[in-house]
């Protein structure tokens, strides 16, 4: 199985401010066939559903905000809060759908300073 | 807009089964694969397995092999997951997700149930 592990656990950030999430795989989420890493964020708020921020490492999902945007390839990714709001405080999870099973990250809670 | 609706709580003894629906509306239920995933309390979700409701074709995680079935009921748009011999460590929230992409399997979920908890205890 790919293993995901992102970091950090935790971190807080002041309103406005900018967040940054690592999420490495333990092998290449890269499709050479059409070019695709597949690689998903999701933002979990207490007691709710996982919601998709982004798809294929760097697509936005319909009506997501332009201040959620992710980057990388192969193994490591990032997704960047450029301006974090307070309705963003949630846990965020890296996915992979390379390979069966799918497996997601241990998540990294986003806090207010 | 698309809704997938799941059932209330359960409480189960160990060793029973537990089987969840997963009423999908306001799409074409054949077009999209419908994934399990579970969650277990502070824990990252897990994937459990998929089915294609257009034939019914199934895959599942190895971790549930042989204790997991997904089925489908087109005429009632409804998913299901039957988990048996259930231990104190299935003790999870169980969701069911769509998959993102339309009459093909690309494994990002766009849209997800409520989610059902279900309690293992003696």
């Known amino acids: 199985d790919i293993v995901m592990t992102q970091s950090p656990d935790s971190l807080a950030v002041s309103l406005g401010e900018r967040a940054t999430i690592n999420c490495k795989s333990s092998?290449?989420?890269?499709?050479?066939?059409?070019?695709?890493?597949?690689l998903a964020w999701y933002q979990q708020k207490p007691g709710q559903s996982p919601k998709l921020l982004i798809y294929?490492?760097?697509t936005r999902e319909s009506g997501v905000p332009d201040r959620f945007s992710g980057s990388g390839s192969g193994t490591d990714f990032t997704l960047t809060i450029s301006s974090l709001q307070a309705e963003d405080v949630a846990v965020y999870y890296c996915?992979?759908?390379?390979?069966?099973?799918?497996?997601f990250g241990g998540g990294t809670k986003v806090e207010i300073k | 807009q698309v809704q997938l609706v799941q059932s209330g709580a359960e409480v189960k003894k160990p060793g029973a089964s537990v089987k969840v629906p997963c009423k999908a509306s306001?799409?074409?239920?054949?077009?999209?694969?419908i994934h399990w995933v579970r969650q277990a309390p502070g824990q990252g979700p897990e994937w459990m397995g998929v089915?294609?409701?257009?034939?019914?074709?199934?895959s599942y995680a190895q971790k549930f092999q042989g204790r997991v079935t997904i089925s489908r009921d087109t005429s009632t748009s409804t998913v299901y997951m039957d988990l048996s011999g259930l231990g104190f460590e299935d003790t999870a929230v169980y969701y069911c997700?769509?998959?993102?992409?339309?009459?093909?399997?690309?494994?990002?979920?766009?849209?997800w149930g409520q989610g059902t908890l279900v309690t293992v205890s003696s």
């Open positions: 997700a769509r998959d993102g992409g339309r009459d093909l399997w690309l494994g990002f979920f766009d849209y």
């Open positions: 306001a799409y074409t239920f054949n077009t999209y694969h």
């Open positions: 089915i294609n409701p257009r034939g019914g074709g199934t």
């Open positions: 092998q290449s989420v890269l499709y050479d066939s059409n070019n695709k890493n597949y």
């Open positions: 294929w490492a760097s």
């Open positions: 996915q992979q759908s390379y390979s069966t099973p799918s497996t």
